[in-house]
């Protein structure tokens, strides 16, 4: 069974910084790409980053330059560093991992998210 385990969710200040990270643990062949998505009240998931196993990232336009995802491949870990928040970027923070299963397929997994207040 794979498992997404999040932390590092709270309540920050506007300007304020925050870390959240990520482990996937479980039986499977290999991690591809993560991600992190979020969700504010009344509105879509969306996603935020996401990385490849080369350290490839992406970003939301409404996130570059303040965000930063980064991950360690021996540990099948993921982060992401908040900076400059504001109150939009109130909303469930979501990990996702794109698995390789022992039997080499892929299926999608997600954290059960973590919540991240901005606000003063």
């Known amino acids: 069974q794979v498992q997404l385990v999040e932390s590092g969710g709270g309540s920050v200040q506007p300007g304020g910084s925050l870390r959240l990270s990520c482990r996937v643990s479980g039986d499977f062949f290999s991690v591809l790409t993560m991600a992190w998505h979020r969700q504010a009240p009344g509105k879509q998931r969306e996603l935020v980053a996401s990385?490849?196993?080369?350290?490839?990232?992406n970003y939301a336009d409404s996130v570059r330059g303040r965000f930063t995802i980064s991950r360690d491949n021996a540990k099948n870990a993921v982060s992401l560093e908040l900076n400059t928040m504001t109150p939009e970027d109130t909303a469930i923070y979501y990990c996702?991992?794109?698995?390789?299963?022992?039997?080499?397929?892929?299926?999608?997994?997600w954290g059960q998210g973590t919540q991240v207040t901005v606000s003063s």
């Open positions: 996702y991992a794109r698995i390789t299963q022992n039997n080499l397929k892929q299926k999608d997994y």
């Open positions: 990385i490849t196993t080369r350290r490839s990232a």
